[in-house]
C-alpha cells in the first residue's frame, strides 16, 4: 500500500501562485509514475500533470506553460508548481500513484481545495 497526502491549496487571487506538495509513504518501491488531477465542481476529475521515474513529464494543453510538476524521490515528494492561476484553475486537487501508468492510478490522496478569485 502506498499513502499520499497533498498539502498547499489555499484561496488566491487571479494571476497568483500557489505550490503544491504530495508526500508519498508506504510501499513507494511499487511506484513508477506521479500525477496530479484536478476536479472541479460539477465536472469529472481530469489529469493535469504527470511525471514518471525517470522525470519525463507530460501536461494537459490547458496548464501547458503554467504549471510545473516535479519530484524530490529523496524525500518522497512530488510537486506542483502553480503560476498564472486562473479562475477556472478552481477546484480540488489530488495526487496520483502509478505503478503501471496504462492502468490508470493505483493510489490517490485525499484532495485539497485550490479556489483562484477573479
Known sequence: ???LVESGGGLVQAGGSLRLSCAASGSIFSITAMGWYRQAPGNERELL???TSGGTSNYRDSVKGRF???RDD???QTYLQMNSLKPEDTGVYYCAAYSRVVAGP????QGTQVTVSS
Do not use: F, L, R
Not at 493505483?106 to 490522496?109: A, R
Open 1 to 3: 500500500q502506498v499513502q
Open 49 to 51: 500533470a504527470i511525471i
Open 74 to 76: 529523496a524525500k518522497n
Open 106 to 109: 493505483d493510489y490517490w490522496g
Open 68 to 70: 510545473t510538476i516535479s
